[in-house]
């Protein structure tokens, strides 16, 4: 194989290394990127909270409602059980009653209020529960085809490494940091030359020069100076 041969080869190792790299890259994202996971877990973390408050707040309605209720009882009884006697008093205790009962009905639209929040939210939370197992699966299902997607991509990534380490030891030092330096400018550094056209720039390659290339010097297109490839 020519020089610029064993350099055409080196780059389609190097390309198929950096696709496989940026392929790793990719995975390593999936498996590690568990932001919509995280988020629906905090979500529903806080509708859970949400929920505990409002139960706590109609339980407390529910007290003071039965409290009120109990109140009416007691003047009730003390009302029609027959026990007082006082005109002036049983005014004052049907005015307490009235009072109360008026308290009451507002209470039970407070309570009313309160039932049909909690039931709102646990509605939410079911929503969010049922979200948040969605995502759960979905992420073990990336994770089963992704670690051993990893794995076989990091195989790769150390065959096409041993195979260009050992390409490289074969070629002169001189061309080889000819080669870096082109590929850090231009990207790709060895070019075919078709029909007497680089086919990096596409403008015609003087026939003397390519002549020299495919006699097996390592030569420059004279316009983009990336590498000459004759096969
Ligand atoms: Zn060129």
């Known amino acids: 194989m020519s020089l610029a041969g064993q350099l055409y080869r080196l780059q389609q190792l190097d390309l198929e290394l950096q696709k496989k790299q940026q392929e790793l890259t990719e995975v390593e994202n999936q498996l590690s990127d568990n932001k919509a996971l995280v988020a629906a877990e905090s979500g529903l973390a806080s509708q859970t909270e949400q929920l505990q408050d409002a139960r706590k707040r109609q339980k407390s309605s529910e007290w003071e409602l039965e409290d009120l209720q109990e109140k009416i009882r007691q003047i009730d009884g003390k009302l029609y059980g027959g026990k007082t006697k006082d005109p002036k008093e049983l005014v004052n205790l049907e005015k307490e009653a009235k009072g109360l009962k008026s308290q009451t009905r507002t209470k039970e639209d407070a309570l009313l209020g309160l039932m049909s929040q909690v039931e709102e939210i646990e509605a939410g939370a079911r929503t969010a529960r049922g979200e948040l197992e969605r995502l759960k699966k979905e992420w073990e299902q990336t994770q089963e085809i992704a670690r051993p997607r990893k794995n076989e991509i990091e195989i790769a990534i150390a065959e096409l490494k041993r195979e260009r380490n050992g390409?490289?030891?074969?070629?002169?030092?001189?061309?080889?940091?000819?080669?870096?330096?082109?590929?850090?400018?231009?990207?790709?550094?060895?070019?075919?030359?078709?029909?007497?056209?680089?086919?990096?720039?596409?403008?015609?390659?003087?026939?003397?020069?390519?002549q020299k290339a495919r006699a097996g010097d390592l030569i420059q297109c004279n316009n983009c100076s990336r590498l000459l490839y004759l096969e």
Do not use: F, M, N
């Not at 001189?174 to 403008?203: D, F, M, N, P, W």
């Open 167 to 210: 390409l490289a030891g074969q070629i002169d030092s001189q061309a080889l940091s000819t080669y870096e330096r082109i590929r850090l400018t231009t990207g790709q550094a060895v070019v075919k030359v078709e029909k007497g056209r680089c086919l990096g720039c596409h403008i015609t390659v003087p026939t003397s020069q390519w």
